[in-house]
């Protein structure tokens, strides 16, 4: 079946930076494109950058260009997200996805809070 299990998070303090990790499994890995998506208190679920199968093509979210890095490494089945100049904003459960023949699966997610 398919697991996605992230890693990586913690307590930041503005300025700093993080690098998240999922770890993919039961599907064809290099076959999908791969998305990092974070929901804050109170707040809807927002997809903040996807790649594309290969990775040669990637998209942010506005609030993210400049800070963010989405990567994949296909030998390894995992998918990253460098996050620099982190700010109290960024304070979410991060979570990673994919959609397989029309249904979303998404891994467990991983807190990350930043804060002086």
């Known amino acids: 079946q398919v697991q996605l299990v992230e890693s990586g998070g913690g307590l930041v303090q503005p300025g700093g930076s993080l690098r998240l990790s999922c770890a993919a499994s039961?599907?064809?890995?290099?076959?999908?494109?791969m998305n990092w998506c974070r929901q804050a208190p109170g707040k809807e679920r927002e997809r903040v950058a996807r790649i594309n199968s290969g990775g040669s093509i990637t998209a942010y979210v506005d609030s993210v260009k400049g800070r963010f890095t989405i990567s994949r490494d296909n030998a390894k089945n995992t998918v990253y997200l460098q996050m620099n100049n982190l700010k109290p904003e960024d304070t979410a459960v991060y979570y990673c996805?994919?959609?397989?023949?029309?249904?979303?699966?998404w891994g467990q997610g991983t807190q990350v809070t930043v804060s002086s």
């Open positions: 039961g599907f064809p890995f290099s076959s999908y494109s």
């Open positions: 996805n994919v959609e397989i023949l029309g249904f979303a699966y």
